[in-house]
């Protein structure tokens, strides 16, 4: 049955998420071209446009244009950025807090099922939203560079420290571990949002007002179970205990995930306020 | 198999200081359409969301086949909330995928063949739909079930003369055979011909579980009256 949920969640989620992806890949296309304008390093294409357009180099309209287009680039790449957060908490309070809950919590699953579904799915789009950013970026510099962007990025890749630090074990575990380490975060942090809402959901007035102050208590919980760890290993930052580090912080995530979680489930079998 | 499709051993549910449901005992056996009656306020929608699983009881305990709600029994109860719940931005085709998907007892092909029968678009999308034809809707979806057990909260409240018939009708075409439909409501009149037994509740209490010829031929009046009488202002 999570199978299905999670199938029904990515369908729920995507017609909002693939918005925001077709969004982000056109604004990427018009500040790639505001930036090979900019710099001067597109003329040929531009003036062809600008020919068409009517607009030159140096035109006040132009000008205008290329800032909105500067500012909406970075206002949709932070919202790409902070997107899955907010949907995250609407579609958790839609779907299983309010009337939609009535559905889903009739539904032959079990409550874990239904947490472990919208958390898995979270996850997934919040990464797939890092690398949409990450595509994005490349998108403008490859457009508004052109063969020198890629002839850079070769060159730099084949490059002497590159080079030893890619064909260094050390640095592929790091990586390995670091990866690990931020879907733990990932997981632990919509755990976290989760467990608020489903006990400040579990009152009958100023619900939205109870989660954060829920939020904010478990967020001194969970930074008093971790505090033992930083005063217990003053180095555990340095360079020598970089693993250690990144274990006690994967460990830590784990521990705290999994007390939200079952806080989550405890409210929703058992104090769960539909209205 | 249990005799009875759903027992309530001294339930009791409280909200704070306000007892919901005070200590009741109900037996309710397969086979039939039961009508759950009482004021508003009286207790039903709460007696019916415990057996759902949707509220945890504060004291005794209520039995779906033997089970306390959960997944398993989840699987054999179909229900119809009081308001409309399903995600409005979903299709209908959508709606009948998505409980093909999860309940193994959904009949995907008597769903379209009552949409079809009231010329709804299967590929219209929810929000678009009359609140009429949203209940309708909702209602297909939960008598598309082959369920063992139907738990409907007000399904003829709020809608027109017509539409109380076309739900009636049918959730007697459709419930299956052996199953039981409990139904809870305040507009007795309406829904009196399609009952078998009925069941008095108030202020958490159940007055009376009785057959509707029983009750008929005791009392000698309708179950209307009856219920009229009883809970007086």
Known sequence: ?275 | MSELVLECKGLTKKFGRKTALDNIDLKLGRGKIIGLLGPNGSGKTTLIKTANGLLAPTGGKVLINDKIPGRETKKIVSYLPDQTYLPQWMKIDGLIEMFSDFYADFQPQTAYEMIKSLNINPSEVLKTLSKGTKEKVQLILVMSRRAQLYLLDEPIGGVDPATRDYILDSIIKNYSENATVLISTHLINDIEKILDEVVFIKNGSIMLHNSVDDLRESEGKSVDAIFREVFKC
């Not at chain 1, 907010?86 to 309010?98: H, P």
Request: hydrophobic share 55%; with cysteine.
């Open chain 1, 1 to 275: 049955m999570l199978k299905k949920l999670i199938k029904h969640e990515i369908k729920a989620t995507s017609r909002f998420m693939f918005v925001l992806f077709a969004t982000l890949l056109a604004i990427s296309v018009m500040m790639a071209a505001v930036m090979r304008f900019n710099t001067g390093s597109g003329d040929l294409y531009l003036s062809s446009v600008a020919g068409r357009l009517s607009i030159g180099h140096y035109n006040v309209f132009w000008e205008i244009l290329s800032v909105f287009i500067i500012l909406a680039y970075a206002t949709v790449n932070i919202a790409a950025g902070c997107a899955m957060f907010f949907y995250a908490i609407n579609r958790f309070r839609k779907n299983l807090l309010e009337k939609e809950g009535y559905l889903m919590h009739t539904l032959p699953v079990s409550a874990g099922e239904n947490i472990s579904a919208k958390t898995i799915v979270s996850v997934m789009w919040t990464i797939i939203s890092i690398i949409a950013i990450i595509i994005s970026v490349v998108i403008v510099c490859a457009i508004s560079v052109g063969k020198p962007f890629f002839t850079n990025l070769h060159n730099f890749l084949l490059s002497n420290g590159v080079q030893t630090m890619l064909n260094s074990g050390k640095f592929w575990i790091i990586a390995f571990e670091f990866l690990i380490c931020i879907l733990a975060e990932l997981m632990n942090g919509y755990l976290h949002i989760y467990a608020s809402m489903a006990v400040g959901y579990s009152i009958n007035k100023r619900r939205a007002a109870a989660s954060i102050a829920v939020f904010i208590l478990l967020s001194v919980i969970s930074f008093a179970v971790s505090a033992p760890f930083v005063y217990l290993f003053p180095n555990m930052f340095s360079n020598d205990h970089i693993h250690f580090a990144i274990w006690c912080e994967i460990i830590l995530d784990l521990l705290t995930g999994i007390g939200f979680y079952f806080i989550t489930a405890y409210f929703l079998n058992k104090r769960l306020n539909l209205q």
